[in-house]
């Protein structure tokens, strides 16, 4: 099983600020990697796809990076709509699909 | 518009058995593979399962391996989750996903239905 670790687990951050999440995969997944984005009480958002192409609709602040095992969520400038929490999800390696943990961003 | 609606969740004693059923619209159903993803109160997200579009292949994660079973019928647009011996680790909301041009990755989830087992 592929496992992603994704750090750091949280981070206060005040709007406008730049964010830099990173997700590390336990083996090889080439760039098959996605970030969701899940608010309280709603399903979660995909936000980014094979690392770093942006899904329909998602704001240009939106960025990724990486291939391999290292990958990085960019967020150039913090709106207040985007204080939730963010996953990445492997789909390279199968059965099973995996996420990791999670990071929440919080307001500071 | 790309609709999947998950319904049956509940609460139900430990041991017992429950069916979820995630109903599609707006979509081509029988071309898309379908999973169901859950999520534990508080908790991160956990892939369960997956169905084929034409249903000819099934996968399971080991948590769940050989109580959950994944079903669909094309002709209703549904698939279904079959859970047996539930236990309290079960207790989560339950999303279904449709898998985008069978590229692993989802654009599209259900609103979830709350699954609570408890005596």
């Not at chain 1, 608010?39 to 990724?64: C, E, H, M, V």
């Not at chain 1, 204080?83 to 390279?92: D, E, K, L, S, T």
């Not at chain 2, 429950?18 to 169901?36: D, K, N, P, Q, V």
């Not at chain 2, 399971?60 to 019928?73: H, L, N, P, Q």
């Amino acid at each position: 099983e592929t496992v992603l670790t994704q750090s750091p687990a949280a981070l206060s951050v005040s709007p406008g600020e730049r964010v830099t999440l990173s997700c590390r995969a336990s083996q090889n997944i080439n760039r098959r990697l996605a970030w969701y984005q899940q608010k309280p009480g709603q399903a979660p958002r995909l936000l980014i796809y094979d690392a770093s192409n942006r899904a329909t609709g998602i704001p240009a602040r939106f960025s990724g990076s990486g291939s391999g095992t290292e990958f990085t969520l960019t967020i150039s400038s913090l709106q207040s709509e985007d204080f939730a929490v963010y996953y990445c999800q492997q789909y390279n390696n199968w059965p099973p699909w995996t996420f990791g943990q999670g990071t929440n961003v919080e307001i500071k | 518009q790309v609709h999947l609606v998950g319904s049956g969740g509940g609460v139900v004693q430990p041991g017992r058995s429950l069916r979820l059923s995630c109903a599609a619209s707006g979509f081509t159903f029988s071309s898309y593979t379908i999973h169901w993803v859950r999520q534990a109160p508080g908790k991160g997200l956990e892939w369960v399962a997956v169905i084929w579009s034409d249903a000819t292949e099934e996968y399971y994660a080991d948590s769940v391996k050989g109580r959950f079973t994944i079903a669909r019928d094309n002709s209703k647009n549904t698939v279904y989750l079959q859970m047996n011996s539930l236990g309290a680790a079960d207790t989560a909301v339950y999303y279904c996903l449709r898998e985008e041009n069978n590229r692993g990755y989802f654009q599209y989830w259900g609103q979830g239905t709350l699954v609570t087992v408890s005596s």
